[in-house]
């Protein structure tokens, strides 16, 4: 399982999302996935997964299914996706 992050870092809720990661990074010594929904890559999973608000959070296994998906502010707490982000 993987948990991916959908966001502009040039945004108004860039700054927000670089101290969530910041503090997961600390507290669960993980990385989670980093997506511009600006790049090509990026736009092809905002396509398939639906996200249409940022941030977003999605949790996905090990084949791509979707697992559960948090979106928009505020984030969600870091022990509710440290589970997913194995």
């Known amino acids: 399982m993987k948990v991916m992050i959908f966001y502009r870092d040039a945004s108004e809720h860039g ?18 996935e980093e997506v511009n929904p600006d790049t090509p890559s990026g736009g092809q999973l ?16 090990d084949q791509g299914q979707l697992l559960q998906q948090w979106r928009g502010l505020p984030l969600p707490l870091i022990s509710e996706i440290s589970y997913y982000a194995r």
């Open 15 to 32: 700054r927000s999302v670089r101290e969530f990661l910041r503090a997961f990074k600390r507290q669960i010594g993980r990385d989670l």
């Open 46 to 61: 905002c396509q398939l997964y639906d996200i249409v608000e940022y941030p977003t959070l999605v949790a996905v296994d």
